[in-house]
């Protein structure tokens, strides 16, 4: 089983829809959760951290749910510039900002 | 802007060829660096842990004789592919630790293709 598991998608979505994935993670140790966005052939990009209760910014949210060990991104009113693959990204534990794993990414593409 | 700068972005070689990549930390000292891999449509594979001024740790299955990593200073860490053959081909990003006033684990350069011919 993958440590971070991720829907390859791809999502597609019309532009001013809402978006939303999942991501399982195996180490129930885990403290720390990203969503990085990667655009093809370009380093990651932090879009968020995720927090225990839950956290929007802008039109994104983020959910963590530890008991079932998953969290999620939802977009809002979709925009073409969102299209991307969407990395979730655990910590590998004890330390909670050292090393990270990376999930191999959802994809989303936005149309007009 | 960028706070780690990776060079050069791309690398075309012949095989047999080794290939060195920097990743600098721009404004702060990093005393550790990270070097991923990564495949098309595959996630960021860890490969080593770079430490400034000791041994880097390589994750289970990355030749540490074929990949030589080097970290002499507080800004600067080299992975070196040494003989490189087509099957090296891949982008290859480093990461930085910054430890005062980040918001976020690590800074990650811009990546290195690399395609060995």
């Known amino acids: 089983r993958k440590e971070v598991e991720q829907d390859p998608g791809p999502f597609n979505v019309p532009e001013g829809a809402t978006v939303a994935f999942n991501c399982t993670y195996s180490?129930?140790?885990?403290?720390?959760f990203f969503w990085y966005r990667q655009d093809c052939r370009k380093e990651p990009k932090l879009l968020m951290s995720v927090y225990s209760s839950g956290n929007e910014d802008g039109r994104f949210t983020a959910q963590l749910n530890r008991a079932s060990q998953y969290i999620s991104l939802l977009i809002r009113d979709s925009k073409l510039s969102d299209s991307a693959t969407y990395l979730c990204v655990v910590n590998v534990p004890p330390d909670s900002w050292g090393k990270l794993q990376f999930g191999a990414g959802t994809q989303v593409v936005v149309t007009p | 802007g960028a706070v780690v700068s990776q060079h050069p972005s791309w690398v075309i070689c012949k095989s047999g060829t080794s290939v060195k990549i920097e990743c600098r930390s721009l404004d702060f000292q990093a005393t550790t660096m990270f070097w991923y891999r990564q495949f098309p449509k595959k996630s960021l594979m860890l490969m080593a842990t770079s430490n400034e001024g000791s041994k880097a740790t390589y994750e289970q299955g990355v030749e540490k004789d074929k990949f030589l990593i080097n970290h002499a200073s507080l800004t600067l860490s080299t992975l070196t592919v040494t003989s490189a053959h087509p099957e090296d081909s891949s982008f290859y990003i480093c990461s930085a630790r910054r430890m005062d006033r980040s918001n976020q684990p690590q800074h990650f350069g811009d990546g290195t293709r690399l395609s060995i011919l």
């Open positions: 180490n129930s140790a885990s403290q720390s």
